[in-house]
């Protein structure tokens, strides 16, 4: 349904680009807000500058206000490279980051752009967690402004394009996703984690588990043998326990010796 709007608005504007039907062009755009005419059109020279300024790196303290930044009416589109290093991407994200530099860059030049965002699950591992995200992907994030009536703001759609690191997804593919709109040919993410209308954001229960996620990835393998023997042994020795107590005076010593054995 949502997916029918979009598609239906969009082929709209393409009619009123076409027509050159200014009134409709604008309101079209202040709906989507989709083409914004505050970004100046910088030169091809000062298109890489202007591109690192603008990408924000966002991380567990930053994301939520960032993505949420506009309160009024305006749509907000963020393009977000999830990306990492030696340890979450096993060091293959390099060529990736280059060509996403090289989109921004591109992008950054064209009217109406998305923001744009990077994420390193190296750096920021709690904020991957918490959006179970892991590189390399492209995220598209096409988030709704506020309703002026009654402060409420419709689901947000999130895009997941995934990126290969083996043969280094071009930048062609990177610039369409946004430029041609590839992303409206995926299906969004609909599922429990999604970070702003899942049932856990809802509850708040993301970032903990997210944070939840991250400590117990820490934990090294061995530790986790460990804690599952403990835990097991633990619930061993007290169903040992509650079976002494129903046992009959005449067997309590055997049964207690067996209690004592399986707490060792
Ligand atoms: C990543 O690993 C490579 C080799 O495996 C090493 O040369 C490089 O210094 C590492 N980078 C970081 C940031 O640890
Ligand atoms: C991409 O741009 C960022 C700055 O936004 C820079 O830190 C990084 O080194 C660049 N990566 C590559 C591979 O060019
Ligand atoms: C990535 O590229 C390699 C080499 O072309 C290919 O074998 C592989 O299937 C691709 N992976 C994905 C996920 O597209």
């Given amino acids: 349904m ?14 009123a680009a076409a027509t050159e039907d200014s009134t409709l062009k604008r309101w079209l755009q202040q709906g989507l807000g989709f083409l914004s005419s505050e970004i100046p059109s910088p030169s091809q020279a000062g298109a890489a500058a202007i591109a690192k300024a603008t990408v924000t790196e ?22 977000i490279q999830i990306t990492g290093g030696n340890k979450t991407c096993g060091g293959r994200c390099g060529p990736l980051d280059a060509n996403f530099n090289k989109t921004v860059a591109l992008l950054a030049t064209t ?18 967690s918490t959006l179970f995200a892991g590189p390399p992907v492209l995220w598209y994030i096409a ?7 009654d402060q409420s703001r419709a689901p947000t ?14 930048v ?18 609909d ?20 944070y939840g996620l991250y400590y117990l990835s820490l934990i090294p393998s061995w530790g986790m043998m460990l804690l599952v023997s403990f835990i097991t042994r633990n619930m061993m020795s007290r169903r040992a326990q509650s ?21 060792l």
């Fill in 143 to 149: 988030i709704p402004g506020i309703q002026a009536a």
């Fill in 172 to 189: 062609q593919d990177m610039v369409d996703f946004h430029a041609k709109q590839t992303y409206l040919e995926r299906k969004p993410v």
């Fill in 58 to 79: 966002l991380t567990p303290t930053n994301w939520q206000s960032e993505l949420r930044a506009r309160t009024d009416e305006s749509p907000s589109n963020w393009l």
């Fill in 243 to 263: 079976q002494t107590r129903s046992i009959p005076h005449g067997q309590a010593p055997a049964a207690g010796g067996a209690a004592k054995k399986s707490t």
């Fill in 111 to 128: 009217p109406g752009h998305p923001h744009f965002g990077r994420i390193n699950c190296d750096t920021s591992p709690v904020l991957c």
């Fill in 2 to 15: 949502r997916l029918a709007i979009t598609i239906f608005f969009t082929s709209l504007m393409a009619n």
């Fill in 191 to 210: 599922s429990v984690m999604h970070p702003f209308d899942g049932v856990l954001a809802r509850y708040g229960l993301n970032m903990p588990i997210g």
């Fill in 157 to 170: 759609p999130i895009y997941v394009k995934g990126l290969n690191a083996t043969e280094p997804t071009p």
